[in-house]
């Protein structure tokens, strides 16, 4: 059995149907997951309770019990997500130890649903890189090419989908976090409006910036675990009333007379040549759709890097405080002053990409220091966002590269932050301005390697997205699998 | 030496707001409790735990600041301060820095200089600015003692994590201790009567911090100032500030600098030590708190919280001098405490005596309610009984010294002053004949002292008349045995 073959819907009328039992599904995950234990993408195999719960559903069926939306659907959650008695470590050597007393809310709306969650994934540390390299338990490799990074930070949550581990995966998107690492590994990533789903019980990176969403193998799927998901959560300030539509039942809405934008300060210097064919030929399919294509500009992007960088690292360098070694996960061994257990506690315990960002946010915030920069990276955000707003006056959605390259080789540029950080040029954009933006896989390059398609909506028009990007889908018809790991049974 | 300096005082005090559960999430705010028993994973500061703002804190803080005349913003925001220590779970303290909730206040109250035996040398109404209230979350508790393992280790207690706070900053007003003692004795009755907060210093649910300076009077320029912390109660903040000004005007009369620090208040030792230079101070770092949004406050919510607020303790002692007569003294113990004032006004209104009321509640009902260790709210004796009683007095019905074993008894029984009276065998002799008859018994069985008293000792009228009191029972009126005795000796 293929995970990848099975969509969610299917996974659900299978098992209604008695033609397939939820727990053979859940097997089939578990082996997966041992047989691609190499490619480090799950930290913590959950087979004991995923197994009961599959049990469980299993009885229901025979009872011939309605089944939940995402019953037979099986989950693999970013390990910066928190699951109650399962070990939580953000990818961190600080919280290596940690077990959270709660669950995290879209987990638990997940498993309200009938998902099963049968593992964590690797990430890298606190959702800090792009690459899944920083992660104090070993990079995760890509399935397509293994010698290469799968994207980051939820490069885990991307390579369990993309090899057939699971049906679907929660990531967390601060800065592309999802939407890179599905570029990357040839799968469909959705981040969505900032605000739309609950960030209770996500360690905070940039809290102002990050964003929990799925990672599935089709649209339709993504469009499921959206309306799991989203709607406002009592125990999250920042998220939103605005209703949830029925993602799924607007898939099939025609595209005739959309307008999408092609912004032209994304398709410049930097970008692969080859990135930049294959995402202009999924572009002009639109037109097969009846979609019509404009030039827009997004006059600011040259700055977004940069903003992106301070505000996101001076949130950070307060968000990550509470790791002190006082109350919980790793403390250093030392028997003197409170000081130099602090100091040796976050010395040992972070990685160096995450003590970087703790120093740059720290500066930034510093007195004398903070108008020049904290306080001026506010000012452009809010340049940022009207850059959108009139963008979308003239179009309804948006299509971008997702990153300059395909994916990278391991080690190219874990020496070079500055370049690693570009990575993330046009993805950051998106999170300054809280809009949605969902990616999918739009061909492969010469050397095999998958090249994802970026669009973008305005805030709280997912469904447009969705519908969008469904349409597009299957002009596309990407269908090809990761050669570098081993064939399904 | 004093007089060649001006000392300048500013006060920052912290109310804890007495909400049942904390401002950010719902664990309970209850004193006392078994450590670490109130805490969640958001008071824990556990990762990925968010902040959820209660809105009854909104309303206290709403409250507050309109008695302090401060103007509530229509948009005020969260602020972060950061910093490390272990009874701070989060690493930061959700605060509000540079959009506070309210601003611009002032109170205008009685102050006055205290003599060595710490009586009031002469009252003066005195405004003082009120620069900001805002409201911000309390941190845990660091024990260092009295626990198992205390020599070799610290505990945390996180049951005050997240409870409410309200910091009062005051404006650099304070020209005295004894005025800063009087304004933080009147933000706390003020606080008390808006029913916001404890007031009880010793368990911590009013905290002040002073900066303190001094400068030679007449200059314009502000002298370099140093922050007092550790002022646990009333007294401890007046007698710090005494000991802090003495000690920088010592400093400066040897010809040295004060030095700008933060200094703590040893009270066993009664003096200051110094706790962090300015070199030391934090770089709070502060930044707009991203997981809350804006606290929003419509100018329609501002004006229900201020109809809805009692009349304040300053007001209110004005009024009861102009309306009631009373002495300022009088008039400002009874507003001290906003149960003692509205049964006053009651005991005014319906014993029709104000003057008697004040007086009865100030001496014999204190010293009553004093003895039991109640609260006024909680005695036996209604306003109602006390008026009946000054009624009573008033038409003679009973004697002032009567009236004594009447309140007695009503506080212990709250029975009816009438029911009393009767119990005790009547009120008060009036009749003259009665009373004639007992006196010329007196007289007559006291043959030497008769004598003694014709011969020029009329001090013993006294002895007489107290003789005939006795006899009566205690009932006889005083005034008449004294016009009768009198009359019966002087034959
Ligand atoms: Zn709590």
Redesign the interface.
């Known amino acids: 059995m293929d995970l990848r073959e099975f969509s969610i819907k299917s996974l659900r009328e299978e098992l209604a149907a008695g033609r397939l039992k939820a727990s053979d599904v859940c097997r089939t995950a578990l082996e997966r997951m041992q047989q691609l234990a190499d490619l480090n993408a799950v930290l913590t195999v959950m087979s004991d309770s995923a197994l009961a719960r599959a049990d469980e559903l299993d009885l229901a069926a025979q009872r011939g019990d309605s089944l939940p939306p995402l019953a037979g659907t099986m989950l693999a959650v970013k390990d910066?997500?928190?699951i109650e008695g399962t070990r939580?470590t953000?990818g961190s050597r600080i919280?290596y130890n940690?077990i959270?007393?709660?669950t995290?809310t879209a987990v638990k709306k997940l498993e309200a649903a009938g998902a099963i969650v049968v593992g964590k994934t690797n990430c890298d540390e606190f959702a800090m890189g792009s690459s899944t390299e920083n992660s104090a338990y070993g990079t995760v490799k890509n399935p397509w090419d293994t010698a290469r990074v799968p994207g980051g930070s939820s490069g885990g949550s991307a390579v369990v989908v993309s090899a057939g581990m699971t049906t679907a995966s929660l990531g967390s998107d601060t800065g592309g976090s999802i939407r890179q690492p599905a570029g990357f590994c040839g799968v469909v990533g959705l981040k969505p409006t900032y605000g739309r789903v609950s960030?209770?019980?996500?360690?905070?990176y940039?809290?102002?910036l990050d964003h929990i969403g799925p990672f599935a193998n089709r649209v339709e799927d993504a469009a499921e675990i959206l309306k799991a998901i989203a709607g406002h959560d009592?125990?999250?300030?920042?998220s939103s009333r605005v209703p949830v539509p029925d993602y799924v039942a607007l898939l099939q809405e025609e595209l005739r007379g959309l307008k999408v934008g092609v912004p032209r300060e994304y398709f410049g210097e930097g970008l692969d040549p080859e990135v930049k064919t294959r995402v202009e030929a999924a572009i002009n399919k639109f037109e097969e759709l009846g979609a019509g294509i404009i030039d827009i500009s997004l006059p600011h992007t040259e700055y977004a890097v940069p903003v992106y960088y301070l505000i996101a690292t001076?949130?950070a360098?307060?968000n990550?405080?509470?790791?002190?070694g006082?109350?919980?996960g790793f403390r250093a061994e030392t028997g003197s002053s409170?000081r130099e257990m602090?100091c040796r506690t976050r010395d040992e315990g972070f990685g160096a990409e995450v003590k970087r960002r703790i120093m740059l946010g720290?500066y930034a915030?510093?007195?004398g220091y903070?108008d020049q920069y904290?306080g001026k990276a506010q000012k452009v955000r809010s340049l940022i966002d009207k850059d959108f707003r009139e963008a979308f006056s003239l179009c309804d959605i948006i299509a971008t590269p997702v990153a300059p390259t395909t994916a990278f080789e391991i080690g190219e540029l874990i020496d070079d932050p500055l370049k690693m950080y570009l990575q993330d040029i046009y993805t950051v954009t998106v999170n300054l301005a809280g809009v949605p933006a969902i990616v999918l896989p739009c061909g492969a390059s010469t050397a095999g390697l998958p090249i994802g398609i970026q669009l973008i909506g305005p805030h709280f028009e997912e469904a447009r997205l969705l519908t969008a990007a469904h349409n597009l889908e299957r002009v596309i018809g990407f269908n090809q699998r990761p050669s570098a790991i081993g064939k399904v049974s | 030496m004093r007089e060649k300096y001006e000392v300048v005082i500013g006060l920052e005090v912290h109310a804890q707001l007495k909400t049942a559960s904390k401002i950010f999430c719902s664990c309970s705010t209850a004193f006392g409790a078994e450590p670490n028993s109130h805490t969640c994973p958001v008071c824990l500061g556990l990762p990925g735990a968010l902040p959820v703002l209660n809105g009854t804190a909104i309303e206290m803080a709403a409250r507050a600041a309109l008695a302090l005349n401060l103007r509530i913003n229509h948009e005020s925001i969260f602020s972060r301060k950061n910093y490390f220590y272990p009874d701070l779970p989060k690493g930061y303290q959700i605060s509000q820095y540079d959009r506070p909730f309210s601003e611009h206040g002032w109170v205008e109250i009685p102050t006055a200089e205290r003599n060595d035996a710490g009586h009031a040398k002469e009252w003066r109404l005195k405004k003082f600015g009120i620069t900001r209230l805002h409201i911000e979350e309390d941190a845990g508790k660091s024990l260092h003692e009295g626990l198992r393992e205390s020599s070799s280790k610290s505990y945390v207690d996180l049951n005050r994590s997240g409870v409410p706070l309200a910091e009062i900053v005051s404006e650099p007003d304070f020209r005295s201790s004894w005025e800063a003692y009087d304004y933080i004795q009147y933000l706390r009755r003020t606080l008390l009567y808006v029913d916001v907060c404890d007031g009880n210093m010793e368990e911590g649910n009013l905290r002040c911090d002073a900066n303190v300076s001094i400068r030679t009077r007449g200059s314009e320029r502000f002298g370099t100032k140093v922050e007092l912390k550790n002022l646990n109660s009333f007294r401890f903040v007046q007698k710090a500030l005494e000991y802090e000004i003495d000690r920088q005007i010592a400093v400066v009369e040897a010809g040295d600098r004060v030095v700008q620090e933060t200094r703590l208040w040893n009270e066993r030792e009664a003096r200051t030590y110094s706790m962090r230079s300015k070199e030391e101070a934090h770089d709070y770092r502060y930044f707009p708190e991203p997981d809350l949004p804006p606290i929003v406050v419509a100018v329609d919510q501002v004006a229900r919280v201020r109809e809805a607020l009692p009349e304040l303790p300053e007001p209110r002692r004005r009024r009861f001098v102009e309306e009631y007569g009373l002495a300022f003294d009088d008039a400002a113990q009874l507003v001290d405490n906003r149960a003692t004032a509205d049964f006053f006004e009651e005991t005014a209104r319906d014993s029709g005596n104000p003057k008697a009321a004040a007086n009865w509640i100030l001496n014999e009902l204190a010293r009553e309610l004093k003895s039991s260790g109640t609260e006024i709210t909680e005695s036996p004796l209604k306003s109602d009984n006390l008026s009946e009683m000054i009624r009573m007095i008033d038409s003679g019905a009973i004697s002032g010294k009567m009236a004594k074993e009447v309140l007695t008894e009503m506080c212990r029984s709250g029975a009816p002053a009438a029911e009393i009276v009767k119990g005790m065998g009547g009120g008060q002799v009036s009749d003259e004949s009665q009373i004639r008859e007992i006196a010329a018994r007196v007289v007559e069985s006291n043959p030497k002292q008769l004598d003694e008293y014709r011969a020029g000792r009329t001090a013993l009228l006294g002895f007489f008349v107290g003789q005939v009191i006795k006899q009566s029972g205690g009932r006889a009126n005083p005034r008449i045995v004294n016009e009768v005795v009198k009359e019966i000796l002087e034959r």
């Not at chain 1, 960030?199 to 905070?204: A, D, E, K, T, V």
Request: proline share 7%; charged share 15%; glycine share 6%.
């Open positions: 910066v997500i928190v939580a953000g919280l940690y959270p007393p709660y995290a960030r209770y019980g996500l360690m905070s940039g809290s102002s009592p125990c999250d300030s920042t001076a949130e360098s307060s990550l405080a509470r790791y002190d006082v109350r919980y409170l602090y720290t915030l510093s007195a903070y904290y």
